[in-house]
């Protein structure tokens, strides 16, 4: 039979090599078992709704009446819906053009952005413009535009941090450009070494790849640790220095355990930093509703701001995105909730602060109780886990383990994750889909599974770790950092 152009050995070759761990082996294997009746806990990926996490009240309500305005025209709304909710949909509706059915402005509704820069103006004491704010859907989808519009080819290469989000990874290798990895050190509670930078930044060039920008996850993602004010600093220096687009995931902004380093935009610094790099240096930062203590992920809620871009390649990015016509609307509304929540006087703060107060609570806690429960168990290091949403604890795993794996054909910490799955049912992602330091083994699990659900979670993996070591060790030693 003839070869056809969607026959496998025809796909683009870019389409093959790319990998998404976070949806790859484990979760696949995982679904199988869910299948057969088996009860599966999915810690693979930051999904809070998905593991109990119930929506905020306020936001859900908004978006109600403005999917069905009918509902405004109903004498009887004022008894359902507090008076607030129904000033906020009336107040969207009249910023689109037709309603939720209708395209908005293919950078999103303008009365949105605007919400949005008010938001970020009000966060970093520095003003912001809505023109240079683009919505869209869900975080991811802006960092795949961004790298889109920055990787002319396979020379251009994209610091990343690792372990690193695979979203950078298979997106730099959809678009056929080179991943330039920089490690994070976790002896120092993953912090960054701006020597491991310029190692990376020097090797690449060595290799003939133009260095062209850097990412950093703030809070991190899977290693969950906040980069101090000073940390900032050291990155946008030398991004300056080597002229580098600076690409800042902050999209677990909201989610922070610890006190001592609260969240500081990377915009902000920049700011604070004054002339001349704070009128030089290129920088997109990135928001979503799908984390904190929204978690949102279904709605598909994302936003993106440039700052120092010239006004040439705002047009370019535009009309990328006009392509696509327009980001999904009601998502949009939902990131002109989050960043203009119910101000206090409002009927609806009280109820709001009461929710978003409790799950961000909550998730301390889980963090604490997650950490304490790894470090507990034989042959296993975790750090705690200060922002973002998981944990990423260091196996420890016997040579006996590691060619155990071998034989079956698969990296030593898939084998040890799909043995944790085939005898507990708890769905996590290996270490080696975020990258990892050779001979190193790590898990990455979220800290959302529900609060009361946690101890007997822990106490299931910690039997399963602890049988798994006294199985596959000699007690001659094991994989150390």
């Keep these: 039979m003839t070869s056809l152009p969607l026959d496998y050995e025809n796909l683009n070759e870019n389409v093959k090599k790319c990998q998404y761990a976070v949806r790859g082996e484990l979760y696949l294997r995982a679904s199988e078992l869910q299948k057969e009746g088996m009860k599966i806990i999915f810690t693979n990926v930051g ?3 998905a593991l109990g996490q119930k929506p905020l009240t306020f936001p859900r309500q908004v978006i109600a009446l403005c999917q069905a305005p009918f509902l405004l ?35 999103g509704i303008p009365g949105v952005r605007k919400e949005v820069a008010e938001f970020i103006e009000r966060r970093d004491g520095y003003p912001s413009d809505p023109e240079h704010i683009f919505l869209t859907g869900g975080a991811s989808i802006g960092v795949m535009q961004i790298l889109n519009t920055i990787i002319r080819g396979e020379g251009d290469g994209i610091l990343v941090p690792v372990p690193q989000y695979p979203l950078y990874s298979a997106t730099i290798t959809l678009f056929g450009g080179s991943l330039v990895p920089y490690f994070l050190e976790e002896t120092a509670n993953w912090g960054l070494d701006i020597v491991n930078l310029r190692q990376s930044v020097a090797q690449a060039r060595s290799q003939g790849i133009t260095v062209r920008a850097m990412v950093i996850i703030n809070p991190g993602n899977p290693t969950g640790q906040c980069l101090s004010e000073a940390n900032l600093r050291e990155i946008l220096h030398f991004c300056h220095q080597n002229s580098l687009a600076l690409l800042g995931d902050e999209v677990y902004q909201q989610n922070i355990y610890q006190d001592e380093r609260p969240f500081i935009s990377s915009r902000k610094v920049l700011m604070d930093m004054g002339l001349p790099i704070s009128k030089e240096l290129q920088l997109v930062s990135f928001h979503t509703v799908s984390k904190g203590y929204w978690g ?14 010239p006004p040439k390649t705002v047009e370019e990015i535009y009309k990328v995105a006009s392509i696509s016509l327009s980001p999904n609307v009601p998502a949009q509304i939902f990131m002109g909730l989050m960043v203009n929540p119910p101000k206090p006087g409002d009927i609806s703060y009280e109820r709001y602060v009461r929710e978003s107060k409790g799950i961000l609570e909550s998730l301390r806690r889980r963090a604490q109780i997650m950490t304490d429960g790894f470090n507990s168990c ?32 698969k990296v030593p910490d898939v084998f040890y994750c799909l043995k ?6 708890i769905s996590t992602v290996p270490g080696s889909g975020f990258g990892q330091k050779e001979g190193v083994f790590h898990l990455r699990t979220t800290i959302l599974p529900a609060e009361e659900d946690m101890p007997a979670i822990m106490a299931s993996f910690k039997k399963f770790n602890d049988e798994f070591m006294e199985q596959y060790e000699d007690h001659r030693g094991h994989s150390r950092m």
């Design 296 to 309: 949102e992920c279904g709605q598909r809620g994302g936003y993106f701001e440039m700052t120092n871009i």
């Design 420 to 425: 944790l799955l085939e005898a507990t049912g």
């Design 73 to 107: 025209d109903d004498p009887n709304v004022g008894l359902l819906f507090p008076a607030d909710a129904i000033a906020r949909a009336k107040h969207y509706l009249a910023l689109t053009s037709g309603g939720l059915g209708a395209y908005s402005d293919s950078r």
């Design 47 to 49: 999904n809070p709704h």
């Design 378 to 409: 034989r042959n296993v290091v975790c750090n705690f886990t200060e922002g973002a949403m998981y944990s990423f604890p260091q196996i420890r795993l016997p040579p006996n383990a590691i060619e155990a794996a071998e034989q079956a054909g």
